[in-house]
Each structure stands twice: as structure tokens, then as C-alpha cells.
């Protein structure tokens, strides 16, 4: 598993280079985001749920089922909407009130 940080969303607040356990993700000389060895992401996705402009995918491989997916969080206040895109077909939305996510 890894992440892709799509430079053209990514607006260099570092949330992501903050939130990475790895220490994985930089920022380069224009103080955008990249990760320096996407084989060596954890898949934890701490960069993902950090990241406030959707800059962050992380990359659903076929070994979980993905099939070249990719997913992304955008957040609503305190709703996080998980939008999984998949080639050729249309995005599917998952939306969790993160007020209650770790409610049992």
C-alpha cells in the first residue's frame, strides 16, 4: 500500500509531513508535499486523515481489492466523506460523523 500526493491540490501546510509516523513525507524546494519511498509507507493513512484539501491518496492495490483505486478524505465540518475513485467508473462516497466514528 501506499500514497500518491497530487501536487496540484497540495497547498504546502506540512499536515501531512507532521502526521507521517514514518517520517516519509517532505516538502520540496516549492514546499509541496512528496513522499520520499512510497514502498516503505506503512498504509497507516495518518497523511491522509491530516491532509484538509485532499491532496493525499492513498492507493487501494488489487491485494485489498482496489484494482488501481485511489482514495481521498474530505471533510465537512465534523463530517469526513472517504471518496474512493475507480477507473472507469463512477466514485463512491462513504460519510462518517467523526463525532461518533470510534463509538462501539
Aim: charged letters at 30%.
Amino acid at each position: 500500500m501506499s500514497i500518491h500526493i497530487e501536487r496540484e491540490r497540495c497547498v504546502g501546510c506540512g499536515a501531512c509531513v507532521e502526521a507521517c509516523p514514518g517520517n516519509l513525507i517532505k516538502r520540496d524546494v516549492d514546499g509541496k508535499a512528496k513522499i520520499k519511498r512510497p514502498r516503505e509507507c506503512w498504509g497507516c493513512a495518518s497523511c491522509l486523515k491530516a491532509c484538509h484539501f485532499g491532496a493525499v491518496e492513498y492507493y487501494l492495490g488489487a491485494d485489498i481489492g482496489g484494482r488501481g483505486a485511489t482514495m481521498t478524505v474530505e471533510k465537512e465540518g465534523e463530517l469526513a466523506h472517504w471518496v474512493i475513485r475507480r477507473p472507469g467508473k463512477e466514485s463512491v462516497v462513504l460519510t462518517v460523523d467523526r463525532r461518533n466514528a470510534n463509538k462501539y
